[in-house]
């Protein structure tokens, strides 16, 4: 083979695959690659959900703040259904 055919890419990427599979040292780059890689996309899916948690929560919380300190009443679907007698108010 000469260098012209190794830089066809379907040439190179058969040797990439070929040099990874039977290297030890790149597979286990590989496997430590992989292995941080999804300890990252956990902890970042961990963190975005614990920031619309708190974001929800903040909300919720300044929601009644403002019924409490302005007087307004909350939506009907906000208020907690009472029952008196069997009837509902």
Known sequence: ME??????PE?????????????PRARKIVRRGAVYGTAGVLAAGEAVNSFFKGFG??????DQDEVLTNGAHPSPEMRPQEVAGGQER
């Not at 929560?57 to 300044?62: F, N, S, V």
């Open 3 to 8: 260098l012209e055919d190794y830089l066809e």
């Open 11 to 23: 040439v190179a990427v058969t040797a990439v695959v070929a040099a990874t599979v039977f290297s």
């Open 57 to 62: 929560h903040g909300l919720k919380e300044a």
